[in-house]
């Protein structure tokens, strides 16, 4: 039997000084929308519009974004679908938020499709409707933390592979290699690799202090840890013994 919605309810919000969803060109979607006990498709299908619609879609683990997104988080808005649902009606609301955790959108939508599945999908649909293709600009904002202040990173025009940073961003080289520290959050930060803006190596902080476990570009894992100012990475050998690579402060 065809089920038909017999009503449909989209509200749309905007905030942040004018800010809109199509100036970004990431976004990000969790491994689960929490107010949900089953995932009912709306994960896969929030995912296909949002790439129909030119956005690239990120998991929630900065250390999987790409290059370009972990070097300026606030490229990225957060989505999330919250379940508004009454007696009657399966209802959604569709949020944005930027890097600062504030929302620069939202949309409601309800259903009158009893179907759990079909009718929270029902009402998602609706809700994307309201979201424009993808227009990115450049995004100036820089992310706040209770701990520190985020440098963001661009491209320059001059040079699409090279990255530039704010002012509290500093840059390290080895000799061979010079790199721009780029803080994601309190916890965790990368080297970017300042030629190919790609990332050397991601640091993620240990129990003890100024001592970091390192991912490697090519995968390997590692120690580094600060030392004078400087960072160090213990670089691993086909011998099972590790060399000693210093990133000098620029």
């Known amino acids: 039997?065809?089920?038909?919605?017999?009503?449909?309810?989209?509200?749309?919000?905007?905030?942040?000084?004018?800010?809109?969803?199509s100036d970004f060109q990431y976004i990000s979607i969790p491994p689960k929308f929490?107010?949900?006990?089953?995932?009912?498709g709306l994960t896969a299908m929030l995912t296909k519009t949002l790439k129909s619609k030119n956005y690239t879609v990120v998991a929630s683990d900065?250390?999987?974004?790409?290059?370009?997104?972990?070097?300026?988080?606030?490229?990225?808005?957060?989505?999330?679908?919250?379940?508004?649902?009454?007696?009657?009606?399966?209802?959604?609301?569709?949020?944005f938020k930027d890097c600062n955790d504030k929302i620069i959108f939202s949309v409601k939508g309800a259903s009158s499709i009893k179907?759990?599945?079909?009718?929270?999908?029902?009402?998602?649909?609706?809700?994307l409707a309201s979201v424009s293709?993808?227009?990115?600009?450049?995004?100036?904002?820089?992310?706040?933390?209770?701990a520190i202040t985020t440098p963001s990173v661009t491209e320059t025009k001059e040079n699409a592979n090279s990255v530039s940073s704010g002012n509290n961003a500093v840059k390290f080289s080895n000799g061979k290699v010079d790199v721009m520290k780029v803080q994601l959050d309190s916890n965790q930060f990368i080297?970017?690799?300042?030629?190919?803006?790609?990332p050397y190596a991601t640091f993620k902080a240990t129990t003890k202090s100024d001592v970091f476990r390192v991912k490697l570009q090519n995968g390997e894992a590692t120690l580094g840890y600060y030392e004078n100012g400087n960072i160090?990475?213990?670089?691993?050998?086909?011998?099972?013994?590790?060399?000693?690579?210093?990133?000098?402060k620029k």
């Open 191 to 198: 080297l970017v690799d300042s030629n190919s803006s790609s």
């Open 1 to 21: 039997m065809k089920k038909i919605s017999l009503f449909i309810l989209i509200t749309c919000s905007m905030f942040a000084f004018g800010q809109k969803v």
């Open 34 to 40: 929490q107010s949900f006990k089953q995932d009912y």
């Open 62 to 95: 900065k250390l999987q974004w790409p290059a370009e997104a972990q070097a300026n988080p606030c490229n990225v808005l957060m989505a999330d679908v919250v379940n508004e649902s009454g007696l009657l009606r399966n209802k959604v609301l569709l949020q």
């Open 232 to 248: 160090v990475i213990e670089m691993p050998k086909a011998t099972g013994e590790y060399s000693k690579e210093t990133f000098l």
């Open 133 to 146: 293709t993808s227009s990115p600009v450049v995004q100036t904002t820089v992310a706040n933390t209770a």
């Open 115 to 127: 179907e759990f599945e079909e009718g929270f999908q029902d009402a998602l649909k609706q809700t």
